[in-house]
């Protein structure tokens, strides 16, 4: 397996832009919490739970979208114009079914929230973060489209300085509408969803303005005699995307869900498990942009048809994840207990807390791998494995793995939170491995065709 340094170089060109996005809009969910614990624990509990629904369903509509990126990274290595242009109208009209289909779905949300148990108050002061936030699903999809056709050419820095001006706002926003500013009643809570919807419509509204002005882009051209609705094309992206989109919700949702099946172990469990899950979100961060990276690479070789290329990119992509892992890893290890500190000064959460984060430093290699892996898969619009292989991995082997060993004594003496931490590890690293396959078997395909 050679490492090309030239392709690597090129990859962190796109990859970096993306991390720095990415962790904008990480800030933003970092901002809300800040700022709507400051009003009262309910708040803060209200937000919680409602980003808990929301957060799940309109990122995995999002996944159903990531599909563009590989289609049309792989039209503009074709230098097939006029099929980006094609794929970006008709991902136009699947936003709009999708965000039709989110706005319903987000009307659902008092069958969950009564059956949750808690306070009328929490309840009532999440429902309205919905009510509010749901008003932004089509902003969040429109921006989602256009980031991906410009990231899918080439271009991975506008979204970076999109968020930056969005996290602007977002803190403005919260400020206004959570604590009653410039004539605007006191929202609490619920405040950040009005916020967030007015972020992702001036996102939407930024990266238009951006996309049409663009020389490289040809935002004026791409909207220029719109086709109607293609039953064939909405179908082939769906059929791309809709693997993506399973996958987000299995990762997002198995996440979730350990809390509410360790709450019974206390406070302590609780509160150490997410200190370590909020680091590990961050730590994510830069795997994934590299997988964002690597598929829009991906994308363009393979639309240029140039194989040799394609492997050493490949090559390059996986060994380049190994060494990042290895690095993140590395850091994390060395400041674990300054950056428990900053979540907690309670010495028991800290001491759980800081024992999670070395495992959490175990399964960046696995992590980075699959992720990879997964950014290969997409670029070469091969995502069929994706769902299988994620739901397996992540659910019928890493949680239930987790399960038994956090909540029984079938294996070893139940070891709380940290069980389902090792179910993860064993999780990820059989998806790495099927993931790692499948592109063998890919580019065993392409090879003989």
């Given at each position: 397996m050679k490492f090309s340094y030239w392709e690597a170089k090129r990859l962190l060109q796109l990859a970096t832009p993306v991390f720095l996005a990415q962790?904008?809009?990480?800030?933003?969910?970092?901002?809300?919490?800040?700022?709507?614990?400051?009003?009262?624990?309910?708040?803060l509990a209200a937000l919680s739970i409602a980003t808990g629904i929301w957060n799940p369903l309109v990122f995995s509509l999002q996944g159903i979208l990531l599909a563009l990126t590989s289609i049309v990274a792989h039209c503009f290595g074709a230098k097939d114009q006029k099929g980006i242009k094609h794929y970006f109208?008709?991902?136009?009209?699947?936003?709009?079914?999708?965000?039709?289909?989110?706005?319903?779905?987000?009307?659902?949300?008092?069958?969950?929230?009564?059956?949750?148990?808690?306070?009328?108050?929490?309840?009532?002061?999440?429902?309205?973060?919905?009510?509010?936030?749901?008003?932004?699903?089509l902003g969040f999809l429109l921006f989602s489209v256009y980031r991906n056709v410009t990231e899918g050419v080439g271009?991975?820095?506008?979204?970076?300085?999109?968020?930056?001006?969005?996290?602007?706002?977002?803190?403005?926003?919260?400020?206004?509408?959570?604590?009653?500013?410039l004539g605007m009643p006191a929202l609490g809570s619920a405040g950040c969803g009005l916020a967030t919807a007015l972020v992702f419509w001036v996102m939407a509204l930024a990266q238009f303005i951006y996309s049409f002005n663009s020389k490289k882009l040809k935002g004026k051209w791409?909207?220029?005699?719109?086709d109607p609705p293609k039953i064939k094309t909405l179908s082939y992206i769906t059929k791309l995307g809709l693997p993506i989109c399973l996958a987000t919700f299995f990762e997002v949702t198995l996440f979730a869900c350990i809390?509410?099946?360790?709450?019974?172990?206390?406070?302590?469990?609780?509160?150490?498990h997410q200190i370590a899950a909020s680091v590990s979100v961050i730590l994510f961060m830069m795997p994934l942009s590299l997988s964002m990276a690597i598929a829009i690479r991906i994308g363009n070789l393979s639309g240029q048809q140039a194989h040799t290329q394609l492997k050493s990119a490949i090559n390059?992509?996986?060994?380049?994840?190994?060494?990042?892992?290895?690095?993140?890893?590395?850091?994390?290890?060395?400041?674990?207990?300054?950056?428990?500190?900053?979540?907690?000064?309670?010495?028991?959460?800290?001491?759980?807390?800081?024992?999670?984060?070395?495992l959490a430093c175990i399964y960046q290699l696995p992590d980075a791998l699959q992720v990879a892996a997964n950014g290969v898969l997409r670029g070469l619009k091969h995502t069929q494995p994706i769902a299988a292989i994620t739901f397996l991995s992540y659910w019928v082997i890493g949680f239930t793995l987790g399960?038994?060993?956090?909540?029984?004594?079938?294996?070893?003496?139940?070891?709380?939170?940290?069980?389902?931490?090792?179910?993860?590890?064993?999780?990820?690293?059989?998806?790495?491995?099927?993931?790692?396959?499948?592109?063998?078997?890919?580019?065993?395909?392409?090879?003989?065709d």
């Open positions: 962790i904008m809009l990480v800030l933003m969910s970092v901002v809300d919490t800040i700022m709507a614990g400051q009003v009262s624990t309910n708040d109208q008709q991902s136009i009209y699947l936003c709009l079914i999708l965000s039709t289909f989110g706005f319903i779905l987000a009307n659902f949300t008092p069958l969950v929230f009564d059956n949750l148990g808690t306070t009328t108050e929490i309840t009532t002061l999440a429902q309205s973060y919905i009510d509010f936030v749901k008003w932004g699903i271009l991975t820095k506008p979204a970076f300085y999109i968020s930056i001006v969005g996290l602007c706002i977002n803190v403005v926003a919260n400020y206004v509408f959570i604590y009653g500013k791409l909207l220029h005699r719109f809390p509410l099946f360790i709450a019974d172990l206390g406070a302590t469990a609780v509160s150490g390059t992509s996986l060994l380049l994840a190994v060494m990042i892992a290895f690095f993140v890893a590395f850091i994390t290890f060395i400041a674990r207990d300054a950056i428990v500190i900053l979540y907690t000064k309670d010495e028991n959460v800290a001491l759980l807390a800081s024992s999670i984060i070395i399960y038994v060993l956090t909540k029984t004594d079938l294996l070893v003496t139940a070891m709380g939170p940290r069980g389902f931490w090792i179910g993860i590890i064993v999780g990820l690293s059989i998806a790495a491995v099927l993931l790692l396959l499948s592109v063998r078997s890919r580019l065993v395909k392409i090879s003989t």
